[in-house]
């Protein structure tokens, strides 16, 4: 069983940043500046999907939705890793 499920609200366990491929440089998300910060640690989520990578089957992927400003306006989803995620502020 996964650590969170789909419309938990997490929060970021540190800053997350659009981490660039090792092989190219590029950005990894597409449209965001390689290294730009993507949530900062204590920013506020909710879990919108869990799902794994091929590569890794026993890994949980989180795709995420951060708040983005005094709003709470959600951002584009992002994927994080557990440990990457916290259940309390």
Same mark, same amino acid.
């Given at each position: ?10 929060? +970021? ?12 440089? %590029?950005? *990894?998300?597409? #449209?965001?500046? /390689? ?17 794994? +990578? ?12 951060? %708040?983005? *400003?005094?709003? #709470?306006?959600? /951002? ?14």
């Amino acid at each position: 069983m996964s650590q969170f499920q789909m419309g938990d609200m997490v929060f +970021a366990a540190q800053d997350l940043f659009n981490e660039p491929d090792e092989e190219t440089g %590029e950005s *990894g998300i597409p #449209g965001v500046t /390689a290294g730009a910060l993507l949530a900062g640690e204590g920013t506020r989520g909710v879990v919108v999907n869990v799902g794994h +990578a091929k590569a890794a089957p026993k890994q949980a992927i989180y795709l995420v939705r951060f %708040e983005t *400003g005094e709003d #709470g306006t959600l /951002a584009e989803p992002i994927g994080c890793l557990g440990e990457e995620l916290s259940g309390t502020k």
